[in-house]
């Protein structure tokens, strides 16, 4: 059976199209999706960074530059959040997959894969919110509204636990759900094996997160 991967209906009909991907022996246009995934990813990377988003970290350093020079480091930091972006493709796509593979002997790891080629979409879609979010209302990524982050800063001053807690929104729950349909699909595993694997990845993944933000890892970039 030829299944062609369709990603948007994965979205919108995940049930059908798990069936669909497990039942099928061909995965047609699965490279190209792939590719089209990393692009997608450096362009959204790119297009917060045009707007100049992330560079708080670099406006002290930036400050009694030439306008030569300050554009020179946009354009630097332009670059740098591109690869970030397919950086960022590669992880998502790949290591949660080899991690999902060593659980069952049947996935395939190709399937897996275009499970979290969903799972990057909503990432990708989460991240494009934070454009009007910072634009507009200058909140920072973990103050969206969409995640904990807000309540957190109500509870605690400890910038990494707030940081962790802004990794929790509506689209994590979102790509939560889609992981595990698919999951449940290819691997064939009692709910608490899924949903065991799924939260330890996904507390580990929040983790390194807020560590890095902790660190200010943008500033290395």
Known sequence: MQNEVKLIKGLRQPSIFFYQLKE?????????????????SS???????????????LS?????????AFETEKFYFFIGRVLLGLLYAGIILFIPSLLFWTLSEEAEYRKLVVVQGLTLIILLIEKLTFIPLALYLSLNWFSSPFSLGVLSQYITSNSWVIYFLGCISLFKIWTLFIQYKGLKRLLAKKNWVIWGTLLLYNLVFWCITAFLAYIDFSSLL
């Open 24 to 40: 099928a022996e061909v995965l047609k246009g699965y490279r190209l999706r792939i590719f089209l995934l990393f692009i997608l």
């Open 43 to 57: 362009l959204v990377y790119g297009l917060v960074a045009h707007f100049g988003i992330g560079m708080n970290s």
């Open 60 to 68: 002290k350093e930036l400050v009694g530059l030439s306008p030569t």
